[in-house]
């Protein structure tokens, strides 16, 4: 069994311009979620997919945007980069039955915008 | 939507002593409090988790005790050790809510040898 994985690890990017991030979710586990952490700050909820549909989503832009892949691996898009989108964006697999609450962080991709 | 704030922000305790984080969340219809460790430059790992049916739990030196008519929930590390040296965050969320989860705002613990 395989932890959740995401790509890259860093990326440098300047204002204005467009980044996707890449997480492919622990095996067995069909739920995505993408969360933005800023420095000394709590993860904050950005959307949820499930079954290649957005399944739920926090305070933030449509310039976030996303994907979910039939193999449950997921996409987060974020057009028009602003400098205060630098952070730490993490992925969370969990699954999607009854009773099961526990989400599954992968290590995140830390995103500097200059 | 739910809020969930967390204190205190910084704790530090000498190794062996205890420590005890507190948070309060908003909503009353949530019902999954998850604990999660981050140390520096990893992710973040749930520790222990309790649901709204009970009102405590326990893991070896670890505990959270939740009341629902407070709205407040709180872990307990006993016996602290440097290596639980970290930073901790509360969450909260809602039945049927495909575990989105609203986090606190972190507590970084320093357990002094």
């Known amino acids: 069994e395989t932890g959740v994985t995401q790509s890259p690890t860093h990326l440098i990017k300047t204002r204005g311009q467009q980044v996707t991030l890449r997480c492919s979710s622990q095996s067995g586990h069909n739920t995505v979620s993408w969360y933005q952490q800023a420095l000394g700050q709590g993860p904050q909820f950005i959307f949820q997919y499930y079954r290649e549909e957005e399944n739920g989503r926090g305070n933030f832009p449509p310039r976030f945007s996303g994907l979910q892949f039939p193999n449950y691996s997921s996409e987060l898009n974020v057009n028009a980069l602003e400098l205060d989108d630098s952070a730490l964006y993490l992925c969370?697999?969990?699954?999607?039955?009854?009773?099961?609450?526990?989400?599954?962080f992968g290590p995140g991709t830390r995103l500097t915008v200059l | 939507g739910e809020n969930v704030e967390q204190h205190p922000s910084t704790l530090s305790v000498q190794e062996g002593d205890s420590a005890v984080i507190k948070c309060t969340y908003s909503?009353?219809?949530?019902?999954?409090f998850p604990w999660y460790k981050q140390e520096l430059g990893k992710r973040p790992q749930l520790i222990i988790d309790?649901?709204?049916?009970?009102g405590e739990k326990k893991d070896q030196r670890i505990a959270v005790t939740l009341n629902k008519t407070a709205k407040h929930f709180s872990l307990h590390i006993t016996e602290t050790q440097p290596e639980d040296s970290a930073v901790y965050f509360c969450?909260?969320?809602?039945?049927?809510?495909?575990?989105?989860?609203?986090f606190g705002g972190g507590t970084r613990l320093m357990v002094k040898p």
């Open positions: 969450a909260a969320s809602r039945p049927r809510a495909g575990n989105m989860l609203t």
């Open positions: 309790i649901r709204s049916n009970v």
């Open positions: 969370a697999s969990s699954p999607r039955t009854s009773g099961s609450y526990e989400q599954f």
């Open positions: 909503d009353s219809a949530s019902n999954y």
